[in-house]
């Protein structure tokens, strides 16, 4: 066990729906990392929180958005759906903003099937 | 703009044999590198990384990574593969912005 949340494990839905992705972070760390993980793109970086305010944004569709909240855990939200977001979706977390003293730690990813 | 190439998709080693997984880089200036690792169905796991200094770097699982800089590259090597060590393999790098850019992976599998 890694110390970071993500839930659900697996989620099924139909397109045009919307869907929450939660993860809580290893404890005592305060930035949160979104990651989508597809067989044609890799790991691309979505978003990343520190401290409740948004640090960073990557290849973050305009369908999709985040937030995390006072007590640190954050959601994904992704509206609209497509086919095409059927994806790994990874929570990583770490102590400090920019992750490059001590990584990142990843949680276990919330698979997502868009049918 | 940064960016990372791990140029095996997948490598085969017999389990006992020594590993060397390739990864180069394109970077303006020293980077932070990482490798990680990921079994199946797991998030990644950090084993390793370079920040400066010593370029030989040991991680966990009896992992080393060699940074050179004259061949932007950042190998990472076991002396004697394990079963268990069946993963796919990420090199990461962090440059300015600190948000890494990871490679496409690189699937390791082990025969007995």
């Known amino acids: 066990d890694s110390g970071v949340t993500q839930t659900p494990k697996h989620l099924i839905t139909a397109t045009g729906q919307r869907v929450t992705l939660r993860c809580s972070p290893r404890?005592?760390?305060?930035?949160v990392y979104w990651y989508q993980q597809s067989l044609d793109q890799g790991l691309q970086f979505l978003i990343q929180?520190?401290?409740?305010?948004?640090?960073a944004k990557g290849n973050i569709l305009e369908r999709f958005s985040a937030q995390q909240f006072p007590d640190l855990h954050s959601e994904l939200n992704l509206s609209s759906l497509e086919l095409g977001d059927s994806a790994l979706y990874f929570c990583a977390s770490s102590v400090e903003g920019t992750g490059v003293n001590y990584g990142y730690t990843f949680g276990s990813g919330t698979r997502l099937t868009v049918v | 703009a940064q960016s990372v190439t791990q140029p095996d998709i997948h490598i085969t080693v017999s389990e006992g044999a020594s590993l060397e997984l390739r990864c180069n880089y394109s970077?303006?200036?020293?980077?932070?590198l990482f490798w990680y690792v990921q079994s199946p169905g797991q998030g990644l796991q950090l084993l390793l990384k370079y920040f400066s200094g010593d370029t030989l770097v040991q991680g966990i699982k009896g992992f080393e990574a060699e940074f050179k800089r004259s061949q932007s590259s950042f190998n990472l090597r076991k002396p004697s593969v394990h079963w268990s060590d069946a993963a796919e393999y990420f090199c990461a790098l962090s440059g300015g912005s600190y948000i890494p850019t990871f490679g496409r992976g690189t699937s390791l599998i082990v025969h007995p």
């Open positions: 929180y520190y401290n409740g305010e948004e640090r």
């Open positions: 970077y303006g200036a020293t980077p932070y």
């Open positions: 404890s005592g760390d305060l930035s």
